[in-house]
């Protein structure tokens, strides 16, 4: 399969749900699909000005395409990420859970490190709190999609999700 036709298939299953934008940049990365998905909950009494509490939760994906992934290209796109999860997450009184989908799709994942960097994706678990969980929480899935191959890897999260990413 070719990237734009997996970058067109992942954009129309997405596109009910999620405001959808390409070549989005964050912090000096430039990824082919930026997607968000906002959710607000929220209980009144008799009216709906006076709002009892309410809370969100977002769902973020970010899809980047390399050629040919290496280790050290997985380890610095996953430290720019979690860097950069303020930028993406903006927490405050109402938020209470995000969660960010990291999508790496490679033409190719045969190389001498495939095995590590497999590994690396399947134990990678990521969750931070905001102002110690009083203004939510977020959470990063990691999934891996090799074209050529049609092999799919996902840390914990990521395979609660894993299908929609499928070839």
């Not at 964050?26 to 998905?37: G, R």
């Not at 380890?75 to 009184?93: A, Q, Y």
């Not at 209470?96 to 399947?122: A, G, P, Q, Y």
Request: contains cysteine; aromatic residues 12%.
């Amino acid at each position: 399969m070719e990237l734009f036709e997996y970058l067109d298939m992942i954009e129309e299953k997405l596109k009910s749900s999620f405001d959808i934008k390409r070549n989005y940049p964050i912090n000096d990365f430039q990824y082919d699909i930026f997607a968000e998905y906002h959710l607000r909950n929220e209980k009144y009494v008799l009216l709906k000005k006076a709002v009892v509490y309410a809370f969100e939760n977002n769902e973020y994906c970010l899809i980047k395409h390399c050629e040919n992934l290496s280790m050290n290209f997985l380890k610095k796109i996953i430290d720019v990420l979690t860097e950069s999860i303020e930028l993406i997450v903006k927490p405050g009184s109402e938020h209470m859970s995000s969660t960010i989908t990291l999508v790496l799709v490679t033409d190719n994942i045969v190389n001498e490190n495939s095995d590590e960097i497999i590994k690396t994706i399947k134990r990678f678990n990521y969750n931070k709190g905001f102002a110690f969980g009083f203004k939510g929480w977020a959470d990063i899935r990691l999934i891996l999609v090799s074209l050529n191959e049609g092999l799919i890897a996902a840390n914990k999260k990521g395979k609660e999700v894993s299908e929609v990413y499928n070839l």
